[in-house]
């Protein structure tokens, strides 16, 4: 019952932050699905730890969710992804350093895949599919 839950969580302010932040974090790792400058996987890595803190409920229907099972599940239980997840995440900030003008932006963009590959391809155990 959605009234129950509601009165349970404005019983407790910090259990509505953590949903707040985990409602955010959640929405952040959705762009970061489309935008190519914003990580996917942290942010939906915090939306759930945020969820499991603030409602079991949401927490469930968090790991339930396709957003979850495509981007987070495989990192989650074996801290492994396949190559067919870890290509196309930094392939994205290629295509958005070609497409900025600014010399700064670029820069940055370079280092950030730099990093991205280093630490997808160092520190994430690749999988087959």
């Known amino acids: 019952d959605i009234e129950t839950l509601m009165k349970n969580i404005i019983k407790s302010p910090i259990k509505l932050l953590w949903l707040?932040?985990?409602?955010v974090s959640m929405v952040l790792g959705a762009i970061g699905?489309?935008?190519?400058?914003?990580?996917?996987?942290?942010?939906?890595?915090?939306?759930?730890?945020?969820f499991a803190k603030?409602?079991?409920?949401?927490?469930?229907?968090?790991i339930g969710t396709k957003l979850y099972k495509k981007h987070l599940e495989s990192f989650v239980t074996s801290r492994s992804m396949t190559l067919k997840t870890k290509l196309p995440a930094s392939a994205?900030?290629?295509l958005a350093m070609l497409a900025m003008s600014n010399i700064?932006?670029?820069v940055f963009i370079v280092?950030?895949?730099i990093f991205k590959y280093i630490y997808f391809f160092?520190?994430?155990?690749t999988v087959k599919a």
Do not use: K, N, Q
């Open 33 to 50: 699905v489309v935008l190519p400058v914003l990580p996917t996987t942290p942010f939906l890595l915090l939306a759930s730890f945020c």
């Open 111 to 113: 280092f950030l895949i």
């Open 92 to 94: 994205m900030l290629i």
């Open 54 to 62: 603030g409602s079991d409920r949401f927490h469930m229907w968090f």
């Open 122 to 125: 160092t520190r994430i155990e």
């Open 104 to 106: 700064y932006g670029r």
């Open 20 to 23: 707040m932040i985990g409602i």
